[in-house]
């Protein structure tokens, strides 16, 4: 399970330096101050659970805790940094009914907590 956690851990790294510097540079003159912003904050919680993920792949707790934490970080970088990508881009890609992606961002933020609470859980239980 940890080379499954370590591939995806560094596909999500790479594709968090590829955002950044996509959102530093290449749509810099496109987007809002406030669509920076909210880019940034799907960079910055990508790499932040980049780094769960890391952590996990060395992790010696509850095998299945430790499984599950890495399924609810992956979805919730899915979830909350993508749905934040296309939030910021909305009128870049012509996307008006935000009603759509706008209740998948604190879905993502859930999948996050969980992930974090059964980490905890996880280390809890392990001898």
Same mark, same amino acid.
């Given at each position: 399970?940890?080379?499954?956690?370590?591939?995806?851990?560094?596909?999500?790294?790479?594709?968090?330096? &590829?955002?950044?510097?996509? $959102?530093? @540079? +290449?749509?810099?003159?496109?987007?809002?101050?406030?669509?920076?912003?909210?880019? @940034?904050?799907?960079?910055?919680?990508?790499?932040? @659970?980049?780094?769960?993920?890391? !952590? *996990?792949?060395?992790?010696? $707790?509850?095998?299945?805790?430790?499984?599950?934490?890495?399924? *609810?970080?992956? !979805? +919730?970088?899915?979830?909350?940094?993508?749905?934040?990508?296309?939030?910021?881009?909305? /009128? *870049?890609? $012509?996307?008006? /009914?935000?009603?759509?992606?706008?209740?998948?961002?604190?879905? +993502?933020?859930?999948?996050?907590?969980? +992930?974090?609470?059964?980490?905890?859980?996880?280390? &809890?239980?392990?001898?």
């Amino acid at each position: 399970m940890s080379r499954k956690i370590i591939i995806t851990a560094a596909v999500f790294g790479l594709l968090a330096v &590829i955002a950044g510097a996509f $959102g530093a @540079h +290449g749509l810099e003159p496109l987007l809002t101050l406030k669509q920076k912003e909210v880019w @940034h904050t799907a960079v910055q919680y990508q790499f932040y @659970h980049v780094f769960a993920l890391l !952590f *996990l792949s060395f992790f010696n $707790g509850d095998a299945k805790l430790t499984r599950i934490s890495y399924y *609810l970080f992956t !979805f +919730g970088i899915i979830c909350f940094s993508g749905s934040l990508y296309l939030l910021a881009c909305s /009128n *870049l890609l $012509g996307i008006s /009914n935000l009603m759509i992606i706008g209740p998948i961002t604190p879905l +993502g933020g859930l999948l996050f907590i969980a +992930g974090w609470a059964t980490l905890a859980l996880a280390a &809890i239980r392990s001898k």
